[in-house]
């Protein structure tokens, strides 16, 4: 009869004994544990067998090499159907515990929550982020953080009241099936109102400054869900004094200009929420949302009255004043704007359409006093359906906006005639000027459409500080390290044309007229009246002086027409605007790979 004898592989001592002699075995089946620096270390069955002889004891020491189980040949079959180690065995306790820890950070766990929420009209947390990422591409940081509040609260009522700490943080992608896995990994941190109205407690602080810092440190966009409402004063637990030391602020400010961020903005927003709302590149707020730097507490609080919080920056007053860049309907469209608007950042996407191109032959009338809807021209010029419009309520005069030329995404400023005849106000030069910023932060080329007779003057003008915020243009535009393609449908005058050229005509790597272009130092009318205002007021006939200045005017006219300007070749070309998009097209693609500018965007 063989006998096979298990010895110890190491040095150690017996801790248990899992057989007594007689006993069947099977190869892999545990003998015994061995004990050493307080763990314990398996000794297994080569072979099937029967315990022969057991040579040790629990607590014998024993030395490497020394025999610690005899085992006899098996006696006879084993039995049929699975062997010991093939059986299904019950969950683990520890594993059991996590799973069930993790099953409450569900919606499912908390139904009355999740029933008050959706009786708003609104998403939970949880389903906004789940419609925001790719499926099965979210992998949570943070998720069994509880408040901060163990010395009031008992531990289990925080476990189930309190899931994420009201903050839901982690990484998945946007747009994969686009732009590929690898570059569509985004960071997103949303706040769960459902949970002490999605207010910042001790644990989410950590949990923004861990999910921040790995943004930077792996390039990830970042989307903000603001809704909440500010600091927690409940939180009680081992907090220090002012909290003033919290890192998030600054860390998700850092970003700024480095990888696009996000803030969307559904309901009550306040405070510290709102100041990471306010650091993103892009808010975009549902029509039932209030954003503002305090809620009716704290105003209440600092001797300033009793509000309601519906009163606190609603969305009227925070579009108008371009808080707010792209209102819409509810989180839905909300995280459709957002996925979007990261698309640009992204990349060029491969299927595209766009509009019969020979509409742009008439898209700007023949009367050069007649207005059109620069809207609409961009809404022909770009891809179908490809167009982001950003702070539409606030500078009516000045369109920005996001668009696709041939799937390659683009930047886009354009002066609206429809407003002020184009000119430029103060609010447009800094809402141009920012999306300068932005365009040159994230790579994306300029398309700039121009029809302008310049900078708005007069003393109302000055009063909004027209010196500087004009200039905010100039300055943004030599910094630009994008490329700038213009196109001049009608006017181009003065230096509010040079500073959407991005400071004069020959910045653009390519400036193109259409045939109603026209060019100027000044105003056609303003240029003649003060030219030639000697003579005409040598004319003492009030028609006779009308038509001489009408005469003027069309020579005036001739010259500036982009016609004749292209013969000094300060501009590129005139062209049938049908072509516009080969054009640009063209363009772009001489300018090779597009660097990101880097610098951080201006929040307003």
Known sequence: MHMTTVTSPIAA????????????????????????????????????????????????????????????PATAEPPPGPRPTDTPQDERADLAAVHRRQAMLLDDARPDAVARRHALGFRTARENVEDLLDEGSFTEYGGLAIAAQRSRRDLDELIARTPADGLITGIGTVNADLFGVDTSQVAVAAYDYTVLAGTQGQANHTKKDRLFALAERLGLPVVVFAEGGGGRPGDTDNLGGSWLDAE????????????????????????????LAGCADLIVATRSSNLGMAGPAMIEGGGLGVVAPEDIGPIEVQAANGVVDVVVDDEAEAVAVAKRYLGYTQGTVEEWRCADQSALRDAVPENRKRVYDMRQVLA??????????LREGHAPGMLTAFARIEGRPVGIIANVPTHLGGAIDAEGADVAARH?????????????????????????????AGVRRFSRLFVTGAALSVPIVTVITRKGYGLGAQAMFGGHLKVPVMTLGWPTAELGPMGLEGAVRLGFRRELEAIEDAEQRAAREAELIDLAHTNAEGLNIATFAEIDDVIDPADTRSR?????????????????????
């Open 13 to 72: 001592t017996v801790a248990h004994l899992l057989v007594e002699e007689g006993q069947p075995v099977t190869a892999g089946a545990t003998l015994l544990f061995l004990e050493i620096m307080k763990m314990e270390q398996p000794v297994v069955a080569s072979t099937d067998g029967v315990v022969d002889h057991l040579h040790v004891a629990a607590g014998d020491p024993v030395e490497v090499g020394q025999a610690l189980v005899t085992l006899a």
């Open 248 to 275: 998030a602020f600054a860390l998700f400010a850092r970003l700024s200009g480095r990888m696009p961020t996000v803030a969307i903005v559904n309901g009550r927003c306040f405070a510290g929420n709102a100041a």
């Open 380 to 389: 022909t010029l770009a891809d179908t359906d490809s167009v982001l419009e």
């Open 436 to 464: 300068l910023q932005l365009c040159d932060a994230h790579g994306l080329p300029v398309v700039v459409l121009c029809d302008t007779p310049g900078f708005m003057v007069g003393p109302e003008a000055e009063a909004d």
């Open 584 to 604: 640009i097209v063209a363009a772009l693609r001489a300018c090779g790979p597009i660097p990101r500018g880097g610098r951080f965007i201006d929040p307003r």
